[in-house]
């Protein structure tokens, strides 16, 4: 499996850019883990990372350092898996950190998609500088999340109707 992971956001205050943020990352998958990555982050800091499973260990190379994560089967936050649930540690795909993480099950709520609110699965995962909520239909298909991003502001990703996996 091949996947690739574009996110593109600039926040403004008074017309005046005060923060952008590009990411491109483009990821291997066999049999339900990570086998390879590349990526670049473009932000206030920029990263790139190369990565490659060898001999059982995910080997991250960055710019400044090479990481060696011997994990079983790796993972990024891969939210359109919902096996990603079942992981409690995970690669970050931005600098090639490894984040060991746990779930919480929210239970059922109303998701607003825009055009329409639909029932959703909602789960809060949760980590060193991370806490997402992450929202699934009763499929299990990704429908978005929601991350708080400071000055008590939330960023929303929303699936986009345009997205072949777009459920509706």
Same mark, same amino acid.
């Given at each position: 499996?091949?996947?690739?992971?574009?996110?593109?956001?600039?926040?403004?205050?008074?017309?005046?850019?005060?923060?952008?943020?590009?990411?491109?990352?483009?990821?291997?998958?066999?049999?339900?883990?990570?086998?390879?990555?590349?990526?670049?982050?473009?932000?206030?800091?920029? =990263?790139?990372?190369?990565?490659?499973?060898?001999?059982?260990?995910?080997?991250?190379?960055?710019?400044?350092?090479?990481?060696?994560?011997?994990?079983?089967?790796?993972?990024? =936050?891969?939210?359109?898996?919902?096996?990603?649930?079942?992981?409690?540690?995970?690669?970050?795909?931005?600098?090639?950190?490894?984040?060991?993480?746990?779930?919480?099950?929210?239970?059922?709520?109303?998701?607003?998609?825009?055009?329409?609110?639909?029932?959703?699965?909602?789960?809060?995962?949760?980590?060193?500088?991370?806490?997402?909520?992450?929202?699934?239909?009763?499929?299990?298909?990704?429908?978005?999340?929601?991350?708080?991003?400071?000055?008590?502001?939330?960023?929303?990703?929303?699936?986009?109707?345009?997205?072949?996996?777009?459920? =509706?």
């Amino acid at each position: 499996l091949y996947t690739v992971t574009k996110a593109n956001f600039v926040v403004k205050i008074a017309f005046v850019t005060v923060y952008s943020y590009e990411h491109l990352a483009e990821e291997h998958w066999q049999h339900g883990c990570l086998v390879g990555v590349e990526s670049t982050t473009n932000t206030n800091e920029d =990263f790139a990372e190369s990565a490659q499973r060898k001999d059982g260990v995910l080997e991250v190379r960055t710019a400044d350092e090479v990481l060696r994560h011997d994990l079983e089967c790796a993972s990024t =936050f891969a939210y359109w898996d919902p096996a990603l649930r079942t992981r409690t540690t995970l690669v970050s795909a931005q600098d090639g950190q490894r984040i060991d993480v746990t779930w919480t099950n929210d239970g059922e709520v109303a998701l607003d998609l825009g055009e329409r609110t639909v029932p959703a699965r909602s789960w809060t995962l949760t980590g060193e500088d991370v806490v997402v909520k992450v929202y699934y239909d009763e499929a299990d298909r990704w429908l978005g999340l929601d991350s708080p991003v400071g000055s008590g502001r939330t960023l929303h990703y929303r699936t986009a109707p345009d997205d072949p996996y777009y459920p =509706f």
